[in-house]
């Protein structure tokens, strides 16, 4: 037996005893780091969902605030045709009518287009057409009249008449007068109608 | 207790440690016994090595041991004292190498010994131990008498040269005469200069006589280290075995000798690690329970909190679904109403101010192109930037540092009185310039005084242009700024 040997034979409870809390504490060790990965995946995991859950009330939060503070001058905007199913026939009679009331001569013409969707300036992001299915774009409808024998001060009242009483939001988007005569001048006027349709079927007409 | 054995010419002698004090013992106690020899076959020599490093080093000095000194187990090489440099340091060239030769007599104590052994030093080995302090000159011989002997040595530049032990037969001038005969003999070898003046001694001895009796040999006795003394009451040995204990190199028995030492101080190691790793191991467990009980503590929480923010959230849901349209569709609506329509510039005010421009009676309007100059493009009909009634899409408004509403683009043209002369003309035009540029707004684009100012004039007898001749219209076209958008309240303004 080798004086190494001997050694190792007179020490050999104490080494064993050392390597037996090694190994108990290297299992002890392992198992703890095991034990905490697990929590901190379940912290992690559970912090994610809190985070998530938290972005989601801040959106709805303010979704709310929303309409909390704007429902009503919505309310007054559908009521006055701009959203929902575009009245096209009652603009082109509520024109007419217009025109009869404020006596004119019968020199009225007019040709209602097509509507078209349109991207507003500054729209949300989820608005207009880039929504897709989710919500109907806004259309644009424009109304082209035309005027002759007409004076600049009747041509304004009977414009500023016409948006009093239409069931429907518009701007004036051009009018060219021409044609000086002693009965007045030609007007050509073109108006915009915007109207922002509530489901994505009525929109289908877009050209 | 830790115990030394002293091997001595006289025989073996116990002694051990209590209070401080060194006290001769009949048996050791429990525990390693340290043996420190005194002998007279300690030997001594020195080898000069090759830079060798690492196993082939320890493998020539085995050889060299084993060839030197073949008939004893008991020799080992003594530290190198002084190296000058790193390289001496690892692989130093001169080597000491220290055997005791008295094989049988170590064997025997060593067998009747019933103890553990920690090691075997010599007097020689320690003394050179020793002389390495670097308060004592680096030549120095090292004269320690016993009872019935005394130890002679002489270090050269700290390394052992020589160790001698000769009998005490004379007193102390005897005794002197021995260490003037080692250094006749070191003078004789040319270990020594003949005539190199007064060698320094160091007496390991309270003798006054011998210390007086070297002092008149031309040798200069010096006193021992404070270090030393403090070790010791009256006999040096002491010092030898106080450095024993500590167990420095030149340690010369086998490791065969030595298992029940080595074994202990492994069982002692091997506990302490033990316990060190338990507790370790106790305590990186305590701080995980700890750091476990915190992330539960956290998981619970934050779970109470998601619960929470998910209950606050479907109330806030079930508040928003109470609302019969979708938040994109309100967003869409008000902001068409705010961007398309409130922005709109108001053709009525525009025109009102056009009106207070011309100020003219005289002046009527033969075209009149007014235009929501959305998308944006030359007011001026000449201009081959486009119509403004073009049917292109309603583009979003063109990006400026102050988002403003929409603005508008006016062309107009006005039919002059007829009969004026050039300078009525330019006069007239440039009054209606000046007015309108005083709009709030508007960028004048095309101004036909401007126009005029610059074009040819003809007059004269050459060519005369004729009142009749002159044209008859002038054409101005501009655009207007929309207002800021914050300007713009919604709802304020009239559905």
């Not at chain 1, 007179?10 to 090694?22: C, D, F, I, R």
């Not at chain 2, 187990?73 to 000058?84: D, E, G, N």
């Not at chain 2, 707004?441 to 002159?470: C, E, H, I």
Request: some cysteine; aromatic content about 6%; proline content about 6%.
């Amino acid at each position: 037996m080798s004086d190494l040997t001997s050694i190792l034979r007179q020490s050999k409870t104490a080494l064993a005893v050392l390597g037996g809390t090694a190994l108990l504490g290297l299992a002890s060790y392992f198992a703890l780091a095991a034990f905490l990965q697990k929590d901190q995946t379940e912290l992690a995991s559970v912090q994610s969902e809190k985070a998530a859950s938290e972005t989601d009330l801040t959106a709805k939060q303010a979704e709310l605030a929303m309409f909390k503070s704007n429902f009503s001058r919505f309310e007054a905007l559908q009521q006055k045709g701009l959203v929902g199913v575009a009245k096209r026939d009652d603009w082109v009679e509520d024109l007419v009518r217009a025109h009869q009331r404020a006596k004119l001569p019968l020199t009225l013409g007019y040709d209602l287009l097509a509507p078209r969707a349109v991207v507003a300036a500054n729209a949300a992001p989820n608005a207009g057409v880039a929504s897709g299915a989710t919500m109907a774009p806004v259309e644009l409808h424009e109304l082209d009249v035309s005027l002759d024998s007409i004076h600049e001060v009747e041509l304004v009242q009977f414009l500023n008449r016409y948006q009093d009483e239409v069931r429907g939001r518009y701007r004036l988007q051009s009018c060219v007068l021409s044609s000086p005569r002693n009965s007045g001048l030609s007007a050509n006027c073109r108006l915009y109608f915007f109207n922002q349709p509530l489901t994505p079927a009525s929109a289908a007409r877009t050209p | 207790m830790k115990s030394i054995l002293h091997l001595t010419v006289d025989g073996a002698h116990f002694w051990r440690k209590a209070s401080g004090q060194w006290l001769p013992v009949e048996a050791p106690d429990k525990g390693a016994v340290w043996v420190v020899s005194d002998l007279a076959e300690e030997s001594l020599t020195e080898i000069q090595i090759p830079r060798l490093f690492g196993r082939d080093r320890s493998n020539y000095i085995d050889r060299q041991l084993k060839s030197r000194f073949p008939d004893t187990p008991y020799k080992s090489m003594l530290a190198a004292a002084a190296p000058t440099s790193l390289l001496d340091r690892i692989a130093p060239r001169r080597q000491s190498l220290l055997a005791l030769e008295a094989k049988d007599r170590v064997n025997d104590a060593l067998d009747e010994l019933k103890a553990d052994v920690a090691g075997v030093w010599t007097t020689s080995g320690l003394l050179a131990q020793l002389g390495t302090e670097k308060s004592l000159p680096s030549d120095l011989f090292l004269v320690m008498p016993s009872p019935q002997t005394m130890r002679i040595m002489f270090l050269k530049d700290r390394v052992p040269i020589i160790s001698r032990m000769v009998r005490d037969s004379g007193g102390a001038v005897a005794l002197v005469a021995e260490v003037v005969r080692t250094l006749r003999h070191l003078e004789n070898t040319k270990v020594l200069e003949r005539n190199g003046g007064r060698r320094s001694v160091l007496v390991l001895s309270q003798d006054g006589d011998l210390v007086e009796a070297i002092g008149a040999e031309q040798l200069t006795v010096i006193e021992a280290p404070r270090s030393w003394r403090k070790m010791t009451s009256d006999d040096f040995k002491f010092a030898l075995f106080e450095l024993a204990m500590k167990s420095p190199p030149g340690q010369l028995a086998p490791l065969m000798r030595r298992t029940g030492f080595i074994a202990s101080r492994v069982r002692t190691a091997a506990y302490g690690l033990s316990a060190a790793t338990a507790c370790a191991s106790i305590g990186i467990l305590a701080n995980g329970v700890v750091q476990i009980q915190q992330d539960q503590a956290m998981i619970t929480s934050t779970k109470d909190t998601a619960k929470q923010v998910a209950l606050e959230l479907a109330g806030t849901s079930k508040a928003i679904a109470a609302y019969p349209v979708s938040v994109d569709i309100l967003k869409s609506t008000l902001q068409i109403e705010k961007d398309e329509i409130l922005a709109a510039p108001s053709m009525d005010t525009q025109l009102r101010r056009l009106s207070v421009a011309i100020a003219d009676p005289s002046l009527r309007i033969s075209r009149l192109d007014w235009a929501v100059n959305s998308p944006p493009t030359s007011p001026c009909p000449s201009d081959a930037a486009g119509a403004p009634n073009s049917d292109a899409a309603v583009a979003p408004a063109a990006a400026e540092t102050v988002p403003r509403g929409l603005g508008s683009r006016i062309s107009f043209e006005l039919t002059l009185p007829a009969g004026l002369e050039t300078k009525a003309r330019m006069t007239l035009m440039e009054g209606v310039s000046q007015r309108l540029v005083s709009i709030p707004g508007l960028t004048l684009q095309q101004d036909p005084a401007k126009v005029v100012s610059v074009a040819s004039l003809t007059g004269g007898v050459r060519k005369t242009v004729s009142v009749d001749q002159a044209p008859t219209t002038a054409a101005w076209c501009f655009i207007i700024a929309g207002k800021p958008t914050n300007a713009l309240d919604a709802n304020k303004a009239k559905p």
